[in-house]
């Protein structure tokens, strides 16, 4: 009985507790309803009115000053209208300028911009600008070449010992610019020049390679030739009924229309391709034009190369290359004089291959055959070539090493045409032969180099906007066999100090053969772009905060200085867009800077950037490591973070897509750390955007920043693209971290 009690009263309590918990299951479940709609009509709610920090920004381009205090309120006032928050002002320059355009920093610049600040503040939009004129980089007219971005230059000369006295300065580097002077011991070496013993096949129909690329004249074309479009014109004489077949072949930078007597056969805008066409049928008898009008995008390296192949039915050939014959002007109608020969189809930025050789892979052979066997070393291309090089032992050919010198990038690179190195396992014969596609100079020496020194001192940098995982992973140089062929430290002499004011040195020099080295800074000659022509100038040196300073009180000190209180509450940042004018490798002081952060002095190391091995192969290289770490993290701190520090002294915030294009010589997580918020940025027609935005959602999840933004759906004024073709780009761009478009 006592145990039925027992069960039975547990019965009743397990009920109760049954009971007591579907209730509160029951009341969980209602609330869960309640809170779902709540939520669900939160999200609608804050969906259609979505608070102010959510709200998308925008770039605000100025193009070419076709700007207006009318249009800028209308733009404004839209802008509100659709709820835009924050507008960033970029004045670039498209080539579309209007009749009368408002030049940037002219007084009407300054009113207008002034103008956009009032009524920003107004309609209750922010604005921010981008630190310097155009949208890359940080430069303009206010910055000297000794401000500017520089490199290590040098120039050598041999000596004896004894007493030596030469201007060694070169006359475009002053006094400020000095590094250092050193006398670098001459050990003996074999270097032979390669010569052909074997052409390629002379199949291909038509070959550039007896022309010329060619421009208007005193335009600087090879660096830094205006956006315009140039005309080129060849006369000559033809009776199509005489030929057996007419042919054109023809590449230009960046765009360009063929045309034979008034009719269009070719356009392009690709400089690396070679088009070629018929042009019998718009010969006619007597007297024909060809004419090339070519268009430059923008201030950069600019050219056209052509050939007009006639062949007559009696077999005789007329070849017309682009050369000083050919005409050319600014305007199509009138004008016309001799163009200005810039160099061959191989010359930089260009360096374009033969079609031959594209066809035939064979390409050539070149000999390096020594009166006796020799010892070789490396290998240094100056051009581009591909290739292999054998050594001839007992008849038989042994591979020494794979040869694959691309060439530099005028639009990345300030020693584009610089040599390329290639350094492997000493080998020992008395003729060696490289077959190859090369169409330059080939030295084989038995002197130890620094593998691809250009690259590894950042004269050549990855010349596309999307860099692999080992685009900046270089070959080890070997190491050689025997240490006496190696230059030791203790053995250069430092001649810093007796390098006069005027630029001579004076010196005696202990016997034997020596290299006296002048190393000095000149500019990479980078300018910001694409800016107006007003406000065009050289890029500011991007590791030193001091010059930073400058550049922004220069762009921006007079600007704040005269703003109005209601200005002032608008203007709330700067913006550093994607990083995209290349490296540099020095500045003021960077020795000292250097040794403080490595731990040792960089002076007598110096003649690595000639491609020397000083001390061992691996000194060498990891000296240029360190050269490359330093120059990332000063970028970072002093570009970034100096431009940082000067904007929160005036209360402005610092906006920055942490990342570069077309060579990008700092760290992209350093780099988006000293900025106060990161972005990616993706196009809506194009695969760029992958690398950018998870460079911004690494860094911004790094540093503990909320928000990681996004320049967003970027095209080229596509109208065929709509907001649903792109939809899918911006989901993704979501899933790689970005919040903020």
């Not at 199949?203 to 690329?213: D, N, Q, T, V």
């Not at 008395?430 to 620094?450: D, G, H, I, R």
């Not at 091995?613 to 002093?638: G, H, P, Y």
Request: proline letters at 5%.
């Amino acid at each position: 009985k006592e145990s039925s009690k027992k069960l039975k009263s547990f019965t009743k309590v397990k009920t109760k507790k049954q009971m007591r918990n579907r209730f509160y299951i029951a009341t969980m479940l209602i609330w869960s309803v309640l809170i779902s709609v709540t939520s669900a009509d939160t999200l609608s709610a804050t969906f259609k009115h979505p608070p102010e920090e959510a709200k998308p920004w925008c770039y605000w381009y100025w193009l070419d000053g076709d700007i207006s205090k009318e249009g800028i309120t209308k733009d404004l006032e839209n802008m509100a209208e659709v709820g835009i928050k924050r507008a960033m002002i970029g004045n670039v320059n498209v080539g579309k300028a209007p009749a009368n355009p408002i030049k940037m920093l002219s007084p009407e610049w300054v009113e207008a911009t002034h103008h956009a600040f009032k009524e920003a503040n107004r309609v209750g939009v922010e604005l921010v600008m981008f630190n310097g004129p155009g949208w890359s980089q940080t430069g303009g007219p206010w910055i000297k070449p000794e401000q500017s971005m520089r490199r290590v230059s040098w120039q050598e000369f041999p000596a004896t010992g004894g007493a030596f006295s030469a201007k060694v300065r070169p006359g475009n580097i002053p006094a400020s610019q000095d590094i250092a002077v050193l006398a670098v011991p001459r050990l003996d070496a074999v270097s032979i020049e390669g010569s052909t013993v074997i052409s390629g096949s002379e199949a291909a129909p038509l070959s550039l390679a007896k022309s010329s690329w060619i421009w208007h004249p005193n335009e600087n074309a090879a660096v830094e030739a205006p956006a315009a479009t140039r005309y080129f014109r060849r006369v000559f004489e033809a009776d199509p009924a005489k030929l057996a077949s007419a042919n054109v072949k023809v590449s230009a930078d960046n765009r360009y229309v063929l045309s034979i007597n008034g009719q269009q056969v070719l356009k392009d805008d690709n400089w690396e391709t070679q088009e070629t066409a018929s042009i019998k049928k718009y010969l006619k008898a007597g007297t024909n034009t060809i004419e090339i009008a070519v268009t430059n995008v923008e201030a950069s390296p600019a050219g056209v190369i052509a050939a007009v192949e006639l062949k007559s039915t009696s077999g005789k050939v007329q070849l017309l290359g682009s050369d000083q014959s050919w005409l050319s002007s600014t305007d199509p109608s009138k004008g016309f004089k001799p163009a200005e020969v810039i160099g061959g189809m191989s010359i930089r930025p260009w360096s374009l291959s033969n079609s031959i050789q594209k066809k035939n892979k064979s390409g050539g052979i070149l000999s390096f055959k020594h009166s006796a066997p020799f010892t070789a070393r490396a290998l240094v291309v100056h051009g581009k070539a591909r290739g292999k090089l054998y050594a001839l032992q007992n008849s038989q050919r042994k591979l020494v090493a794979d040869i694959n010198a691309n060439g530099g990038s005028g639009k990345t690179d300030f020693l584009a045409n610089a040599i390329e190195t290639f350094s492997f396992k000493e080998v020992t014969a008395q003729e060696f032969e490289l077959v190859s596609n090369a169409m330059c100079k080939v030295v084989l020496t038995s002197e130890p180099k620094v593998a691809q020194v250009i690259e590894k001192q950042m004269g050549r940098m990855h010349p596309t906007p999307s860099p692999t995982w080992e685009s900046y992973i270089f070959p080890a140089s070997v190491e050689p066999d025997d240490a006496s062929t190696v230059i030791k430290q203790d053995t250069i002499i430092n001649l810093s100090d007796q390098l006069n004011a005027a630029g001579v040195l004076n010196c005696t020099l202990p016997k034997g053969n020596w290299r006296i080295i002048y190393f000095g800074m000149i500019t990479t000659g980078k300018r910001n772009q694409p800016a107006p022509p007003s406000a065009t100038g050289l890029e500011c040196d991007k590791m030193s905060k001091q010059i930073v300073r400058h550049h922004f009180d220069s762009m921006f000190g007079k600007l704040i200085e005269n703003m109005t209180p209601a200005e002032r509450n608008a203007f709330k940042g700067i913006t550093i867009d994607s990083y995209e004018v290349g490296s540099q490798n020095w500045t003021d002081g960077f020795a000292a800077e250097f040794e403080k952060r490595n731990g040792y002095n960089p002076i007598l190391l110096l003649p690595i950037f000639t491609g020397t091995v000083i001390d061992s192969a691996k000194t060498s290289d990891q000296f240029l490591w360190d050269l490359r770490r330093t120059v990332a993290d000063m970028i970072a701190e002093n570009y970034v973070g100096g431009l940082r520090d000067v904007a929160h002294e005036h209360d402005l915030t610092l906006w920055c897509e942490n990342y570069g294009h077309w060579g990008f010589p700092s760290e992209f997580t350093i780099y988006g750390g000293y900025a106060d918020q990161v972005a990616g940025e993706f196009w809506s027609n194009t695969p760029y955007g992958s690398i950018e935005c998870r460079a911004a959602s690494s860094v911004a999840h790094t540093y503990g920043k909320r928000h990681t933004y996004a320049e967003a759906f970027t095209s080229r004024l596509d109208f065929g693209h709509h907001p649903y073709t792109f939809k899918a780009r911006g989901e993704e761009r979501f899933c790689q971290g970005i919040n903020h478009l």
